[in-house]
């Protein structure tokens, strides 16, 4: 009998089994606290509803898609510009500021939100989107950036060949192959413009997310809470289906061989100077403006002496950062992988039905994911299946596993765009060769997913980086992370000294940055 | 004793009902235009389809309901499928269990004639170079029973001629069971022991 | 190539699995064991706590570690935690948050007469589940530019035409805010609340979530009159900017008062040692807990700091502070219907 090294060999049908069901396992743990949220709609809060109804529920339903909306295409246009400029041109400083332009990401809206706040003093549902775009416009950016250095020369070539000028080239042809991209991109802005609370609280702008904290924290219920939350599932779900038809049922794939990206034509001069004046504007609004604010307050808090809190000085913080970064971000992408790898198409439909299941802590708001964990873990204790004396509640663990719930779909994403990239040929071979599922995933699939996986990783760890809500409501004793340590800074409406943390939170989400960068120079993909 | 019988194999909505036997050692030729539904009656051996109707025996077992990796069928693919991520020897050694690889993979690239290869890349080969090693690859493992899916259309004619020959020689060389899909017929006379035609889903002599 | 990779996936999932188990049963330890020597707080407010706990273990020897964040979060986090909490003193900003807390079950009776002695009744719950540790009023605000003659002495005089467009407020998200409300709905029944904060709304009132840019757009002119905490205030003078002046309710009830406090966790793994806390919190430990943030002692016989005193007496609303957590829904609702951002 064919087979691999004796030891699978003997493990053979068991561990296919075993496989599949860790996976379905896994997959049911990370939905599990999104399922808890959304059953209590299973008994509506009804006085809650109708009190909404009579006050906010219209205004936050508009507010919120007013936003999305807004953000979602401000965000595909400034990052579509700005990647095609990129792109398309080579003109002194291409490569410096095609790295800047990806560096909004690092910088979170909490932080830019409350400088625009200081310098401009103005609050409102515009100024709001426009410091969520700010930070999210360069997820639409890279994903566009990749597509165009993805596509062949050949292409616009071939274009130019039958009568387009190079304009028209881009617009029939080069934005239109680029268009699963711009879907994924737009999709990833919209589900964090849907769940962001701390953006829009500083500009005094109420939507659903900050609706569920009105109910939760201010009429006591947490039931009608959960329920509102799962308005945002809906809206997920309502906005994943509208991103797979806006991709389009073909699946692009462009032997690229040795010409990929689209050919960069040389700007000299003053229009060199013209096509770079676009890119340096945004990056003023985008990283300028909050720099000019926060350096001079970080560098007054440090002098002054006040560059610490009570859990320590900038290192423990920043060590506290990275233990949990570094907890996430491992457990997260293998769970992601491992979705990913099972729910491919040759795979049993139900695995990819669970991944998309697992995947929706996405749509909802941090603390809501804590609270849906909280519940779990406290049902798991109840159950009695742990020694006396071991709690569960109040470990990194527990903190972990919610960073997970909360973005295995970005990892899943991410995995799955390498995944798809596998040709099916190549798994089939595999298999006549005498591998089975098990083995072609662990010999085929996850050497070939690797660019995926390390986009997962670095995207997974910018989130993290960055996160605030489940951090502090779950963190264990004396785990305090830079977002903590920006939050107790401007709880106490003292914004100057949130400026060290905010800037070490943007450094550390750069390194992030500049790995998701490498990652797609090198030809990874974003998203499936 | 292998050998290959199919018994009223029906896939939908390309076989209605093939029935082929193939004798120890033989090589068929199935020839038929596009669409005729070789690829799939290929792929209906391999396991990677599954059949609505009828059965299928290679050697004395039954196969039918076998997942492709449990069947002992070789499949080499139109498109060659070589694994990017491995270089020749990995790719060609990938089905060889660990203890006798060294020696199969080296024993096959002589017989391929692309010894000192070993270490090239699957992107570094050309068409020829390629299609010999996905033919070792699927040689490697001693399968009882061969499938070649148009094994020289990505060629150009004199390497073709030259490779029709030699496939030929292979193949008798392992006498191995061997049905091979092309449309092109010279192919099929240089190549088969026997020739059938596939039309519409069922054979013609 | 692929086995490498596969050493390396299995190696990291190995060392993930191992660190998280470690991770899990080590706190674990800390989170049941609760020795005697160590108190473990969670904690709303926290500007200068921790001299003050480091003030207690120095004269006590007992330990404390806690935990910071938003307070109705860590009364969730304290309710899903149930018997394994490690949580023994819940330590709140707000007494809507506290009595919340006690009627969640969250809290144990201190049965302490050292705090029946020390706070006056109207800051303590009546069922002895909490108690205050320092009171602070949030009044009215005038800028310096606005004579003191003109400006509001009620709650309700802020929605005077006169301060149209010139009036800064919390937003209703904020515990504040809605304690204020809660008191105005306890005062003067729920209709005259809302003609109140009806009053306020039709003013177009600029809402800023931070009390500290409130006093700031007063001194820039952004606005004439607001509503803020005093310890903000004497913050800002304290850092040498002296940006507004507080301005005493003389109308109605008095001026509204709202306290930090602090209660036993019904689950406490070390409950003496929590009483223990509390009560030196109550007494000895009364002028530093107050002092740190400017605010008033609960305890009537300590007196408060100069700065604060110097703000002068004030007739504080007599209500008893445990009735703004009931009050509380019905604040936000009456907040939402009123227009109140």
Redesign the interface.
């Known amino acids: ?6 030891p699978v060999k003997a493990l053979g049908a068991p561990v296919k089994a075993l496989g599949a069901s860790a996976t379905a396992l896994g997959a049911a743990v990370l939905a599990a606290p999104v399922v808890v949220v959304v059953a209590s709609l299973v008994e509506p809060s009804t006085d809650t509803w109708s ?1 909404l109804w ?3 529920l219209v205004e936050m339903l508009v507010s919120t898609a007013v936003l999305a909306v807004g953000v979602v295409a401000a965000s595909l246009v400034v990052g579509t510009a700005a990647a095609w400029l990129v792109a398309a041109h080579d003109f002194p400083g291409r490569r410096l500021l095609g790295w800047l332009l990806a560096l909004p990401l690092a910088l979170p809206g909490y932080v830019s939100g409350f400088t625009w706040l200081d310098v401009t ?1 103005r ?1 409102g549902l515009v100024m709001a989107a426009v410091v969520l775009t700010a930070s999210l416009y360069p997820y639409v950016y890279l994903l566009t950036l990749a597509a165009f250095r993805e596509q062949s020369a050949r292409t616009v070539e071939a274009a130019r060949t039958l009568g387009c000028s190079r304009w028209r080239a881009w617009w029939r042809v080069v934005l239109p192959l680029a268009r699963p991209s711009l879907a994924a991109g737009a999709a990833l802005v919209a589900m964090e413009v849907l769940t962001d609370v701390g953006t829009v ?2 500009f ?1 702008v ?1 939507t659903v997310a ?1 609706g569920v ?2 109910v ?7 039931d009608g809470a959960a329920e509102l939350a799962s308005v945002l599932v809906g809206a997920a779900v309502v906005m994943v289906t509208v991103e797979r038809l806006a991709r389009g049922r073909a699946r692009f794939v462009q032997r690229g061989g040795r010409d990929t990206g689209v050919a960069a034509r040389r700007v000299r001069g003053a229009r060199g100077i013209a096509v770079a004046a676009g890119p340096v504007v945004l990056l003023l609004v985008a990283l300028g403006v909050p720099l000019v604010r926060l350096v001079p307050w970080a560098w007054t808090t440090v002098a002054e002496g006040q560059g610490r809190t ?1 859990s320590g000085g900038a290192v423990d913080h920043l060590l506290d950062s990275l233990l949990v970064v570094s ?1 996430a971000v ?2 997260t992408v ?1 769970a992601g992988t491992a979705l990913a790898l099972a729910g491919r198409p040759g795979r049993a439909r139900a695995a990819r039905v669970l991944a998309r299941v697992a995947t929706t802590g996405y749509a909802v708001p941090g ?1 809501v994911v804590a ?1 849906g964990v ?2 779990c ?2 049902w798991l ?2 159950q009695g299946w742990w020694p006396a ?9 527990v903190l ?1 596993y919610a960073l997970a719930v909360r973005y295995v779909a970005v990892a899943h994403a991410a995995v799955a765009a390498s995944a798809d990239k596998v ?1 099916e ?2 798994v ?9 599922p098990g ?1 072609v995933a ?3 699939e ?3 997913v ?1 660019p995926g996986v390390v986009v997962a990783a670095a995207l997974v760890g910018i989130d993290v980086v960055k996160e605030l809500p489940v951090t ?7 785990v305090d992370t830079l977002p ?1 340590w920006v939050w ?1 800074a401007t ?4 914004w100057e000294q949130a400026a060290v943390p905010g800037l070490l939170v943007a450094g550390l989400a750069s390194v992030g940055v500049a790995v998701l960068l490498a990652a797609l120079a090198r030809g990874a993909e974003m998203v499936a | 004793m292998s050998g290959l019988e199919l018994r009223g194999v029906c896939v939908a909505p390309v076989l209605t009902g093939v029935d082929l036997t193939v004798a120890d050692g033989e090589v068929l030729v199935l020839v038929g235009p596009s669409g005729a539904g070789k690829t799939t009656l290929l792929r209906a051996v ?3 389809v599954a059949v609505s109707a009828g059965s299928i025996r290679i050697g004395i077992r039954d196969v039918t309901t076998e ?9 080499v ?1 139109q ?1 060659h ?5 491995l270089d020749v020897a990995g790719n060609v050694g ?5 203890r006798e690889r060294a020696a199969r993979v080296t024993e096959l690239l002589s017989l391929v004639r692309l010894d000192g290869f070993a270490r090239r890349r699957p992107h570094e080969l050309s068409g020829g170079e390629s299609q010999r090693v996905a033919l070792a ?2 040689l490697a ?3 009882e029973v061969l499938l070649l899916d148009e094994p020289f259309a990505s060629l150009d004619p004199e390497l073709r001629d030259a490779l029709r020959r030699e496939v030929r020689s292979i193949l008798r060389a392992a006498g191995t069971t061997a049905v091979v899909v092309t449309h092109d017929v010279a192919d099929a006379e240089a190549i088969g022991d026997r020739v059938v035609a596939l039309r519409a889903g069922r054979l013609v002599e | ?3 490498k ?2 050493l390396v ?1 299995g190696a ?2 190995a ?2 699995g191992a ?3 470690a ?3 080590g ?2 330890g ?3 064991g609760g020795s005697a020597g160590q108190v ?1 707080v969670y904690l709303g407010r ?2 200068g ?2 001299q003050v706990f480091n003030a207690f273990t120095a004269e006590t020897g007992i330990a404390v ?6 307070d ?2 860590l009364r ?2 304290l309710k ?3 018997k ?3 949580a023994d003193v819940y330590l709140a900003a707000d007494a809507a948050n506290l009595e ?1 807390a006690a009627t969640d079950g969250l809290l144990a009776p201190l049965g302490s007469t050292v705090v029946t002695t020390a706070v006056p009744a109207v800051l303590r719950d009546s069922q002895d589940l909490w108690t205050a540790l320092s009171v602070r009023a949030r009044t009215v605000m005038r800028a310096a530019r606005v004579p003191d003659a003109e400006a509001p002495r009620s709650y309700a005089a802020l929605g005077d035409a006169r301060w149209k467009g010139k009036l800064c407020l919390r ?3 904020h515990p504040y805010t ?1 304690s204020l409300v809660a008191a105005l709905i306890a005062d003067g029944g729920v209709a005259g609340a809302e003609r109140t904060v009806r009053g306020w709304v039709a003013n177009n009132p600029t ?1 800023l ?5 409130i006093l700031e757009a007063l001194a820039d002119g ?1 606005c004439d009159v607001a509503v803020t905490n005093t310890y ?1 205030l004497l913050r800002a003078r304290s850092e040498g900017k002296d940006l507004a002046q507080a301005v005493w309710i003389t109308e109605g009830p008095g001026t509204h008062v709202n306290v930090s406090g602090a209660g036993i966790a019904t689950h406490a793994p070390n409950p003496a040692g929590a009483k223990r806390l509390i009560e030196w919190l109550a007494t000895t430990g009364q002028r530093p807990f107050a002092d740190a943030n400017f605010e008033e002692p609960a305890a009537a016989s300590v007196a408060p700091r100069a700065e604060v005193a110097a703000l002068g007496t004030y007739r504080r609303d007599p209500i008893a502070v445990e009735r703004f957590g009931a009050l ?2 019905e604040a ?2 009456l907040l ?2 009123a227009g109140h ?1």
């Not at chain 1, 089939?428 to 089975?436: I, K, Q, V």
């Open positions: 009998m064919t087979a691999l090294g004796a009190h009579q006050t906010r003093g609050q609280r500083l005094d109420t900050d904290f009105r939760w924290f201010g009429l006591d219920d947490r009570v907890l491992v457990v293998v603390p609270i909280l519940v873990v406290a204790e109840a004396g071991w709690a569960l509640a109040g470990t990194l663990g972990v040709p040929r190549v089939e071979a595999a298999r006549t060769l005498g591998s089975g083995a662990l010999r085929v996850l050497p070939l690797r502090l409501l779950l963190r264990p004793f004396g903590v107790q709880s106490d409406s003292r | 391999a396991g990677l997942p492709p990796e449990r069947r002992r069928v070789g499949l693919f498109d499928a070589l694994f990017p991520h990938f089905g060889v269990a660990r690859r699927a493992p001693r399968p | 190539m692929s086995r990779g596969n996936a990291v999932v060392v993930a660190v998280l188990a991770c899990g049963g706190s674990s800390d989170a049941t473990t926290h500007y706590i921790e570690r806690f935990t910071t964040g938003r109705p979060e969730e986090r899903t935690e149930g394994n909490t490690p919340l937003p209703a998200t809605q809402y979530d931070s009390d500290t840019k952004t903000y509380q829904p936000v609702k939402d219907r951002r």
